[in-house]
């Protein structure tokens, strides 16, 4: 166990609809990060939070969104899918926002058909 | 541009053999690296990272890399491949100053042959 939680494990949604993936990141850390992991794009960066605010803005859709809450959990909003959005998606985290590296959770796989 | 090339998409070595697995990186700034671990169905799982220290960098079961400035390269060696090393493997880059998002290679799947 990683640390970082991802729910849900898997979710199998129809075009057009609107999902949204939850992160939980280790304790004490305040940086999140979400990324996309597809067969024809491999690794993706999306979107980075830390401490509530905004940090870095990857390969995101303007489908899709994100914030980060309090008590640092963070949702990754994605609307209006298409079948291409089927993909694994992490969720990342680390104590601040230097560059040593990150302790990621499980995924979620997400099947759009 | 900050870039990731891993030559190699698949690699196979025999049970006991070495493993060394390519990473090269491109940088305008100086670099963190890193690589990581992704069994079936799993997440990803660091196995070491270099952080402007030892340029021999010792990970987790028993694989270690070695970061050459002059080759800007950053190889995963192991010296005797086990059946649990059997796995995709990812190098990635991130930045001493700016954002620390990582930038990851395409990665290699590691199949180690009995």
């Known amino acids: 166990d990683s640390g970082v939680t991802q729910t849900p494990k898997h979710l199998i949604t129809a075009t057009g609809q609107r999902v949204t993936l939850r992160c939980s990141p280790r304790?004490?850390?305040?940086?999140v990060y979400w990324y996309q992991q597809s067969l024809d794009q491999g690794l993706q960066f999306l979107i980075q939070?830390?401490?509530?605010?905004?940090?870095a803005k990857g390969n995101i859709l303007e489908r899709f969104s994100a914030q980060q809450f309090p008590d640092l959990h963070s949702e990754l909003n994605l609307s209006s899918l298409e079948l291409g959005d089927s993909a694994l998606y992490f969720c990342?985290?680390?104590?601040?926002?230097?560059?040593?590296?990150?302790?990621f959770g499980s995924g979620t796989r997400l099947t759009v058909v | 541009a900050q870039s990731v090339t891993q030559l190699g998409s698949h690699v196979s070595v025999s049970e006991g053999a070495l493993v060394l697995l390519r990473c090269n990186y491109s940088?305008?700034?100086?670099?963190?690296l890193f690589w990581y671990v992704q069994y079936p169905n799993q997440g990803l799982q660091l196995l070491l990272k270099?952080?402007?220290?030892?340029?021999l960098v010792k990970g987790i079961n028993g694989f270690e890399a070695e970061f050459k400035k002059s080759e800007t390269s950053f190889h995963l060696t192991k010296p005797s491949a086990h059946m649990s090393d059997a796995a995709e493997y990812f190098c990635?880059?991130?930045?001493?100053?700016?954002?620390?998002?990582?930038?990851f290679g395409t990665g290699t799947r590691l199949t180690v042959i009995p």
């Open positions: 990342a985290s680390s104590p601040g926002t230097e560059g040593y590296g990150y302790t």
């Open positions: 304790s004490g850390d305040l940086s």
């Open positions: 939070y830390y401490n509530g605010e905004e940090r």
């Open positions: 940088s305008s700034v100086p670099p963190y």
């Open positions: 270099y952080t402007s220290a030892a340029t």
């Open positions: 990635a880059v991130s930045f001493q100053t700016g954002a620390n998002n990582l930038f």
